[in-house]
């Protein structure tokens, strides 16, 4: 198994029959969704309903024959797992390179636990230090948003697809990329200002959310627990 599909295995350890489960999005996620659907498939696991995060994770679970639920049904949930973007040493994280940080932090917000998935690459000693913050927007004024994001201290741009168009979220939204040189000084200050934003609706800082990270590499993997 590749460092991915490792951490995803150690997450089905926490996963038990009969739990509502928040369903991730992303290429690690993936991973756990396929090993959920085949210990189901073999009967290792029974009756475990999902509420997916996006449109391409809920067609994923179909195809497995996972049942699936809302929010609106099943407003609490024993456990999410998710991948994410970068992780600091306190499991803060940046979240939404897999373009659903809009349903991901609804889904995982009802969950009594939210469990991330990643390799160590993930793991920097603050955020915004690997890659860029997403946000999300709405297209009314886009160009605005970004320009006003472009006043924090970041390089934004609008996210485009191949073609140009702007990617389109499961939400109708636009999606903006937010590259600071130096990394995001205060997580939860810059939390705060884009929450405040008109035309803002979420964005990819992930705060005082996480449960436990299981990291994969390649000398094994390992789980960080949030302090208590």
């Not at 999005?25 to 189901?40: N, Q, V, Y």
């Not at 309903?49 to 099943?74: C, F, M, Q, Y």
């Not at 297209?139 to 970004?146: I, K, Q, R, S, W």
């Not at 939390?191 to 000398?219: C, K, N, Y």
């Amino acid at each position: 198994m590749n460092l991915r599909q490792q951490a995803a295995s150690h997450a089905l350890t926490y996963v038990r029959s009969g739990m509502l489960l928040g369903l991730g999005t992303g290429s690690t996620t993936a991973h756990f969704i396929d090993m959920l659907g085949e210990r189901l498939q073999k009967g290792e696991l029974r009756d475990i309903v999902g509420v997916p995060t996006s449109e391409k994770t809920a067609a994923r679970a179909h195809a497995l024959g996972i049942s699936l639920t809302t929010l609106t049904d099943h407003p609490h949930l024993d456990l999410a797992v998710d991948g994410a973007d970068e992780v600091d040493p306190a499991l803060n994280l940046i979240k939404g390179l897999g373009r659903a940080l809009l349903r991901e932090k609804i889904v995982e917000t009802h969950a009594d636990r939210l469990l991330i998935i990643v390799d160590e690459s993930k793991l920097v000693p603050h955020l915004g230090s690997r890659g860029p913050l997403p946000v999300e927007i709405v297209p009314f004024g886009a160009t605005l948003h970004v320009r006003w994001l472009n006043t924090l201290g970041c390089r934004a741009e609008l996210w485009r697809e191949a073609d140009g168009a702007p990617i389109v979220t499961d939400n109708g939204n636009y999606l903006a990329r937010c590259w600071f040189p130096d990394g995001i000084a205060d997580p939860y200050a810059l939390a705060r200002v884009l929450a405040d934003r008109p035309g803002v609706v979420e964005h990819g800082l992930f705060l005082d959310m996480t449960s436990a990270v299981i990291v994969a590499s390649p000398q094994g993997t390992r789980v960080l627990e949030s302090a208590p």
